[in-house]
């Protein structure tokens, strides 16, 4: 079993930044399972909608409303994933949650999401 923990969510003016931290935590073993970990997020009314994802060698791929705004990272070392976000919208608004996929089975884990708020 992952468990999952998002952190650095919170209010902020349109136009402004956030920091989005994802802390991955388990057996050794299942944390070198770990293939593929990424964001996704959910506006009120809406359905869930994938945002970004990073391979575990550092491969990234974006939704297009995100490309050139925010930036997927990860450290390896700490079984964590970053989401920086820039230039946000108050589309943006949404709880935002972390996910990491199995590299030997279909399982796909997700944490509990963390509220981002954008104001105009």
């Known amino acids: 079993q992952v468990q999952l923990a998002e952190s650095g969510g919170g209010f902020v003016q349109a136009g402004g930044s956030l920091r989005l931290s994802c802390v991955a935590s388990?057996?050794?073993?299942?944390?070198?399972?770990?293939?593929?970990m990424g964001w996704y997020r959910q506006a009120p009314g809406n359905q869930r909608e994938w945002v970004a994802t990073i391979t575990r060698g550092g491969s990234t791929n974006y939704a297009d409303a995100e490309k050139g705004r925010f930036t997927v990272s990860r450290d390896n070392a700490k079984s964590t994933v970053y989401l920086q976000m820039g230039s946000l919208k108050p589309e943006d608004t949404a709880v935002y949650y972390c996910i990491a996929d199995s590299r030997t089975s279909t399982r796909r884990y997700w944490g509990q999401g963390t509220q981002v708020t954008v104001s105009s």
């Open positions: 388990g057996s050794i073993f299942d944390l070198f399972d770990i293939s593929s």
